[in-house]
């Protein structure tokens, strides 16, 4: 039995209750939540619902909890029900029932784990979004891992998803990256506002040896040359660099055709239709302090330029015009300046910001080795690139350790813990566990024994083994949670969890005989369910975070 069939049941005998005793059922929720107990001495699950519908009824929560008790004991499955402290329900399963988890794992395969609580939603996802004016540093490289962990727990929550790349293509950087990849390919100093690193260099020889003649140019006709092939070179390499680190964007959206295709003056003029813009000082402003912003923005100054929030403006817009019910954007630490005005665009074209919008804020990422920060790289001047990281790391260990913190706190990465093969090491620790799995059932094979088609798994009555189904139970809540949360990490920190379990099981419980040990043929084959169960929901979570599920280590 699964938690959410368990769930059920106990929602089915709460409605069996308000039946028998006349009680209103429209104020009964569409579903309940279980929780598993700290100490196992209290169950295996717990319910709060005679607590949360005691005072609607005006019934004593014991009384209440009572009814419920006598009603779902019935259910076939469910082996006792015990009323504990002000009306909780602690909840006991039968082995059998407990153990035909391992079957539904099994049976269900990758599918585990997902569900629909999300369908019927259309979201857009962006992340990263880099200037195409030098390589994926650190910063980014966190939003990688979160930013595609999430796209993946979304979908597997049921929704549509479609990952998304701002490219800032039409903005003053790429003017500057123009002149400094000119300057480069002079043997110049680079500009004071320009950009610096060896990659830099690096695109603008390769800029040369594309265009013979280039530099024999005048300026004004090679800079355009600079700055549109730099910048095309350089968005390649960022492809290249993001798709090496398992990240794929079904979008790479140009802020150029914002420009080119009429979207900024057609969103203006939505916005204007709304009633929140306004001229004032010979510019036009939005009013977004109607919506919480510290102040109006500039859309079009009074020289006629553009700004970038009318860029801004246009880009959700398009959006929202797409199709997409909520737009989510993955932003570094250095754009908490940015959430009300996002907000607020939402507001003023019309929307719900808190249906419509939702703005991550990720903090910083720092790298030590030896227990000193990692040297600045060379090839790009300052900054730790993408491709220098998984270099050092690999991708599994960097998107792991990327993905398993909360991004509201910063994060500091050791390499050498993250490279060791050591059980303090997170991602070592989950992916051994998969691993000794496969390994075992390697072992099974070349013995002749196999699971068959079905066991009993009323044999599955082990402490640890109803520790391992319990917390197999609990990974399609995790991930569910993880998707309406926007929380990656929990599917990493739920896979540690796991892994102990499965550690614990296997040292507790011998699954292959041995011929100093025999073990019954039909308890091996019950817990070589079990183990499958444990490795199918193994591979499904670091699926989810984009790490692989390896069969050896």
């Given at each position: 039995m699964t938690p959410a069939n368990l769930a059920e049941a106990v929602l089915a005998a709460t409605h069996a209750v308000f039946d028998r005793r006349g009680l209103d059922r429209t104020i009964l929720p569409e579903s309940v939540t279980l929780e598993r107990p700290r100490n196992p001495e209290h169950g295996d699950y717990a319910s709060t619902v005679a607590l949360q519908?005691?005072?609607?009824?005006?019934?004593?929560?014991?009384?209440?909890?009572?009814?419920?008790?006598?009603?779902?004991?019935?259910?076939?499955?469910?082996?006792?029900?015990?009323?504990?402290?002000?009306?909780?329900?602690?909840?006991?399963?039968?082995?059998?029932?407990?153990?035909?988890?391992?079957r539904e794992v099994v049976r269900a395969g990758q599918a585990y784990g997902r569900s629909d609580r999300l369908t019927g939603q259309r979201v857009n996802l962006e992340f990263v979004?880099?200037?195409?004016?030098?390589?994926?540093?650190?910063?980014?490289t966190r939003w990688a891992a979160v930013g595609d962990s999430l796209r993946r727990i979304l979908a597997?929550?049921?929704?549509?998803?479609?990952?998304?790349?701002?490219?800032?293509?039409?903005?003053a950087q790429v003017d500057r990256f123009g002149r400094s990849l000119l300057a480069a390919a002079r043997g110049?100093?680079?500009?004071?506002?320009?950009?610096?690193?060896?990659?830099?260099?690096?695109?603008?020889?390769?800029?040369?040896?594309?265009?013979?003649?280039?530099?024999?140019?005048?300026?004004?006709?090679?800079?355009?040359?600079?700055?549109?092939?730099?910048?095309?070179?350089?968005?390649?390499?960022?492809?290249?660099?993001?798709?090496?680190?398992?990240?794929?964007?079904?979008?790479?959206?140009?802020?150029?055709?914002?420009?080119?295709?009429?979207?900024?003056?057609?969103?203006?003029?939505?916005?204007?239709?709304?009633?929140?813009?306004?001229?004032?000082?010979?510019?036009?402003?939005?009013?977004?302090?109607?919506f919480d912003d510290d102040k109006d923005r500039v859309l079009i100054r009074s020289n006629g330029e553009l700004t970038y929030f009318a860029a801004d403006s246009a880009y959700y817009i398009d959006k929202r015009e797409r199709g997409f019910d909520r737009c989510v954007y993955l932003l570094g630490a250095d754009h908490h300046g940015y959430v009300n005005r996002l907000r607020a665009i939402a507001a003023c074209a019309g929307d719900d910001p808190d249906s419509n919008i939702e703005i991550l804020i990720g903090q910083l990422v720092n790298l030590v080795r030896d227990g000193a920060p990692v040297r600045l790289s060379k090839r790009a001047g300052n900054i730790i690139t993408l491709d220098e990281i998984v270099d050092a790391v690999g991708v599994d260990a960097a998107r792991y350790s990327l993905a398993r913190s909360s991004t509201d706190s910063p994060l500091t990465l050791d390499i050498d813990v993250i490279t060791r093969n050591s059980n303090d090491n997170p991602v070592f620790y989950v992916q051994y566990a998969h691993a000794r799995i496969a390994s075992l059932l390697r072992n099974a094979a070349d013995s002749g024994i196999d699971r068959g088609d079905d066991f009993d798994?009323?044999?599955?009555?082990?402490?640890?083994?109803?520790?391992?189904?319990?917390?197999?139970?609990?990974?399609?809540?995790?991930?569910?949670?993880?998707?309406?949360?926007?929380?990656?990490?929990?599917?990493?920190?739920?896979?540690?969890?796991?892994?102990?379990?499965?550690?614990?099981?296997?040292?507790?419980?011998?699954?292959?005989?041995?011929?100093?040990?025999?073990?019954?043929?039909?308890?091996?084959?019950?817990?070589?369910?079990?183990?499958?169960?444990?490795?199918?929901?193994?591979?499904?979570?670091?699926?989810?975070?984009?790490?692989?599920?390896?069969?050896?280590?």
């Open positions: 519908l005691s005072k609607r009824v005006g019934m004593p929560p014991r009384d209440l909890a009572a009814a419920l008790a006598e009603e779902l004991a019935r259910t076939p499955g469910v082996k006792s029900v015990e009323i504990a402290g002000p009306g909780f329900l602690n909840i006991r399963l039968d082995a059998a029932a407990a153990g035909q988890l391992a979004s880099a200037n195409p004016t030098g390589p994926i540093h650190l910063g980014h597997a929550a049921g929704a549509e998803v479609t990952s998304e790349h701002y490219v800032n293509d039409a903005g110049e100093p680079t500009p004071e506002d320009g950009y610096a690193g060896e990659y830099v260099a690096e695109i603008a020889e390769r800029i040369v040896a594309g265009h013979p003649g280039l530099l024999d140019l005048p300026e004004g006709e090679a800079l355009p040359v600079f700055r549109d092939r730099g910048y095309r070179l350089m968005l390649d390499e960022m492809r290249t660099s993001l798709e090496r680190f398992g990240v794929h964007f079904d979008v790479w959206f140009s802020e150029r055709t914002l420009h080119t295709s009429g979207a900024i003056e057609h969103a203006l003029a939505r916005l204007r239709e709304q009633g929140h813009v306004y001229d004032a000082d010979g510019a036009i402003w939005l009013r977004t302090t109607d798994p009323g044999l599955l009555g082990h402490e640890k083994e109803n520790d391992l189904l319990k917390t197999l139970g609990e990974f399609p809540v995790v991930v569910a949670t993880a998707a309406e949360l926007r929380e990656p990490h929990r599917v990493a920190r739920y896979l540690e969890e796991l892994a102990g379990t499965y550690h614990r099981f296997y040292d507790a419980c011998q699954v292959l005989p041995r011929a100093d040990r025999p073990v019954p043929p039909p308890l091996t084959q019950a817990r070589l369910w079990l183990v499958e169960a444990s490795r199918t929901v193994l591979a499904n979570g670091l699926d989810l975070l984009g790490v692989s599920a390896p069969e050896q280590m």
